[in-house]
């Protein structure tokens, strides 16, 4: 358990999924975006980003499906894939620019207000975390055949 006095770990993400999710956040006004979010260990991309090689940087939106009949009844995102997803997005759009009750909370929560500028970080206890964003695209993914 952390000490009161212990300092947050700083959130990573890259200046695309910032950028998404703030073009998503201003698409969906005036309804809020709740959306997971997972990261990509800092070794694995082409730049050196100056951290450990094991650090997560923020890279990659889980968005949530529509039909989601399975999650509304179950609770259950099959949208998202297992023990992927640490982190999530929440906007705000009527306020307020901090986490409340009805959020639904993960270790790391990037939340956005309008007028859809910049993204804040906070830890599920509501801490506000430093956010560091970089310009750098996570490897490409594809599919096993």
Request: hydrophobic share 40%.
């Amino acid at each position: 358990m952390s000490r009161p006095d212990e300092e947050a770990a700083p959130v990573y993400a890259t200046r695309g999924l910032v950028d998404l999710l703030l073009e998503r956040a201003a698409a969906a006004e005036p309804s809020q975006v709740n959306a997971v979010l997972d990261s990509t260990p800092a070794a694995d991309f082409e730049t050196d980003l100056g951290l450990d090689p094991s650090t997560p940087v923020l890279s990659h939106v889980y968005l949530p499906a529509s039909g989601s009949a399975v999650s509304d009844v179950f609770g259950v995102d099959l949208g998202t894939p297992a023990g992927r997803g640490r982190a999530r997005f929440l906007t705000h759009p009527q306020g307020p620019a901090t986490l409340t009750r009805r959020d639904d909370l993960a270790g790391v929560v990037l939340l956005a207000v309008p007028p859809w500028e910049e993204i804040q970080a906070f830890d599920r206890r509501s801490r506000r975390l430093s956010l560091t964003v970089f310009d750098a695209e996570p490897p490409t993914e594809s599919l096993p055949e």
